[in-house]
């Protein structure tokens, strides 16, 4: 950081008591082709984790692992390696930068006491290094920038910082400079306090942003020295109010072990406190050698032991069978895990990705991704897997609640997705996991069903073919969009099966679940939201019926009363925001315009717009593919569902997935 500070990453033992010990969790993100994976191998090189540097393009990082990622040369799971430097443990949790990994990375990013966000000294601030640092800023973590690839021919790292300014923040404080930039000499320049130009611009640099460096200035004209600055810089890190910035080259290893060291100093480094109620946030779930599942947990407060129940809300994850602690030199058996630390937990079955486990410490963010808007349909190369394939797909949905499964009307499996490369990762894991090839078929984005009018439909003991002893009957008619379902019970108490379901309350809550079915394939196959659910009938001889027999009953009578109703598909709709240079403010609108987007009047921001508007969601990944070119790589477009409207695209004959028997 300066001339007086350590210039190397402590890799020594460390011999600190437990109780000093800290721990710092640290993200790595970038835009794709920055280097972030490589200055993630030469971090833990630097840091004494590893003998020996791995290449991304050779396929043999440390925290690549998955075939396709060795592959593509890209992150796509989030991998965790630590090292000491001091008395800190870091744990370098290596993130996804492509778009289509986004919730991946917001499931990280919940996790992390601070983030490192790689920029290329040659391409400087690209598309998603705004999208991540945007994330960062909303989820309180703070950052510290790093201009890597300095070495690179063309590397500029003046006019990245001006682009940092421009694009990210003002706030950023820049720790030196660089020698020699776009040679293979190049190298950063340390801040150099023994020049009194130098202390002075950090002090007035600093003190316009914290109030005890200024009246120390202004009161007694004292200006920073190292340790001072060191220690304003931290406050003001952890805070989130500056952004420190350094250099460096993971491919010459310059400036990496300094880094080590610059957050260690200023990033929020926790040291246990066993002591109170344990929770912890589940983001990552992988399966061991034995099949078994094994969900990564950031131990946020308490301490977790073995055999410790875990509970989720009001429900019970499973126990804990087995700990492995991440520290240096790879995970650890261990008997517990405490506050700070991350562990790979065996025994919690029913855990899914980004869980909050156990009690739920205040000022913790929420999770904050858009679900995904494409669904495909995948088949199994061998048609004898199929079935298989089901289970399969089944199993990743549960772990996690974003790949949503289900069955057409024709049989097949359809899985929704953010895009290309996740459909591909999908595929390798179902290889690699499962040994089942498989071809995906008719992406398209996600729609969903409205009821087109009112539709009514009963089930009395004694009809036909209605074998169980429950009598149910229902109105399904329109609501507001946006509303979902509104589940009326307009029945007498004396006709809800109490001695099943014990309360009204009960009843009600059962309902919610078992018409979840019918209501997930309409039909047309989508998806029937924002309508209004009346249950009219309600009857039973004792002692039955059974809940199987409620259920099934409750199935058959609300598909078909949304039969009767008839339903309008609905396409998806997003609210946008772009941003885009002002002479390319012409072509930009075009390219909406092209793709049936409604803009609204470009609000003018020194040399950039901003447009806002909304756009069909299937016409995001077009416009996604040609900004580059309309706005001469600077635009940024970013997106989340607003509403659905009625679609005029043709769409599959009606076919109901569900009929009275």
């Known amino acids: 950081m300066h001339r007086s500070a350590t210039s190397k990453a402590a890799a020594a033992p460390d011999h600190s008591p437990a109780g000093t010990r800290r721990w710092l969790n640290l993200g790595v993100l970038a835009h794709v082709d920055a280097g972030k994976t490589s200055l993630t191998e030469a971090l833990l090189h630097a840091g004494g984790a590893l003998d020996q540097l791995g290449r991304v393009d050779d396929g043999t990082t440390q925290t690549d692992t998955l075939a396709l990622e060795r592959r593509r040369g890209i992150t796509i799971r989030t991998a965790v390696a630590s090292f000491a430097v001091g008395d800190v443990t870091v744990n370098l949790v290596d993130t996804p930068g492509h778009p289509d990994f986004i919730a991946e990375v917001d499931r990280s990013l919940a996790v992390l006491d601070g983030a490192i966000l790689v920029l290329s000294a040659v391409e400087g601030v690209q598309a998603q290094t705004i999208v991540l640092y945007r994330a960062l800023?909303?989820?309180?973590?703070?950052?510290?920038?790093?201009?890597?690839?300095?070495?690179?021919?063309?590397?500029?790292?003046?006019?990245?910082?001006?682009?940092?300014?421009?694009r990210l923040t003002p706030s950023v404080i820049p720790l030196g400079t660089v020698r020699d930039p776009g040679t293979p000499t190049a190298a950063p320049v340390p801040l150099d306090f023994d020049d009194p130009g130098t202390a002075e611009a950090v002090t007035v640099r600093l003190a316009d942003h914290?109030?005890?460096?200024?009246?120390?200035?202004?009161?007694?004209?004292?200006?920073?020295?190292?340790?001072?600055?060191t220690a304003a810089l931290g406050r003001l890190t952890r805070r989130g109010v500056c952004q420190p910035l350094t250099y460096g080259s993971a491919v010459t290893g310059a400036g990496v072990a300094e880094l080590n060291t610059i957050v260690t100093e200023l990033m929020p480094a926790e040291t246990a406190d066993p002591a109170g109620p344990v929770s912890g946030q589940v983001f990552k779930i992988e399966r061991d050698d034995s099949g078994d599942r094994v969900c990564s947990?950031?131990?946020?407060?308490?301490?977790?032991?073995?055999?410790?129940?875990?509970?989720?809300?009001?429900?019970?994850?499973?126990?804990?069978?087995?700990?492995?602690?991440?520290?240096?030199?790879?995970?650890?058996?261990?008997?517990r895990a405490v506050a700070g630390q991350i562990a790979r937990v065996h025994g919690l079955g029913k855990a899914r990705l980004g869980d909050r486990l156990g009690?739920?410490?205040a000022g913790l963010p929420e999770l904050n991704f858009p679900p995904p808007a494409l669904e495909t349909t995948i088949i199994a190369r061998n048609r004898d897997q199929q079935h298989t394939l089901h289970v399969a797909l089944?199993?990743?949905?549960?772990?996690?609640?974003?790949?949503?499964?289900?069955?057409?009307?024709?049989?097949?499996?359809?899985?929704?997705?953010?895009g290309e490369v996740q459909q591909q990762v999908i595929a390798d894991t179902l290889l690699l996991e499962h040994g089942i090839e498989v071809d995906f078929h008719s992406t398209t984005v996600i729609c969903v069903e409205r009821p087109a009018g009112i539709g009514r439909a009963v089930l009395r003991m004694g009809d036909p073919d209605h074998l169980f002893g429950y009598t149910f009957g229902v109105t399904v008619e329109p609501h507001r969009p946006g509303a979902g379902l509104e589940l009326i019970l307009d029945v007498p108490r004396s006709q809800v099966p109490m001695h099943v379901?014990?309360?009204?309350?009960?009843?009600?809550?059962?309902?919610?679940?078992?018409?979840?079915?019918p209501l997930g394939a309409g039909p047309y196959g989508w998806r029937v939201t924002d309508l209004r659910l009346t249950v009219t009938e309600s009857d039973f001889i004792p002692p039955g019926p059974s809940t199987t027999h409620v259920k099934h009953t409750v199935e058959q009578v609300v598909a078909e009363a949304v039969r009767q109703a008839g339903t309008i598909v609905c396409e998806p709709v997003d609210r946008f925001t772009l941003e885009a240079p002002v002479d390319a403010i012409s072509g930009t609108l075009a390219l909406i315009g092209r793709h049936r987007g409604v803009p609204g009047t470009p609000m003018i921001n020194g040399a950039l717009a901003v447009i806002t508007g909304t756009i069909p969601t299937a016409a995001l990944d077009p416009i996604r593919r040609n900004l580059h070119n309309a706005t001469h790589g600077e635009g940024l477009l970013e997106s989340r569902l607003d509403h659905y409207t009625p679609t005029h695209s043709a769409d599959r004959s009606p076919k109901p997935a569900w009929r009275l028997s």
């Open 137 to 166: 800023r909303r989820l309180g973590v703070p950052v510290v920038f790093m201009i890597n690839k300095i070495d690179r021919s063309g590397a500029d790292p003046d006019r990245v910082i001006a682009a940092i300014r421009r």
């Open 297 to 335: 947990v950031r131990i946020r407060t308490g301490t977790l032991s073995v055999r410790d129940p875990v509970p989720v809300g009001t429900e019970e994850a499973g126990r804990v069978t087995r700990l492995e602690v991440f520290e240096p030199g790879g995970p650890a058996h261990r008997d």
């Open 359 to 361: 009690a739920a410490p």
């Open 210 to 229: 914290d109030d005890a460096v200024l009246q120390s200035w202004v009161d007694h004209g004292r200006l920073l020295d190292p340790a001072g600055f």
């Open 501 to 517: 379901y014990s309360t009204v309350d009960a009843f009600r809550e059962a309902l919610a679940r078992y018409v979840e079915l």
């Open 394 to 418: 089944s199993e990743l949905g549960d772990r996690d609640p974003l790949i949503r499964l289900r069955t057409d009307d024709q049989g097949a499996s359809r899985i929704s997705i953010y």
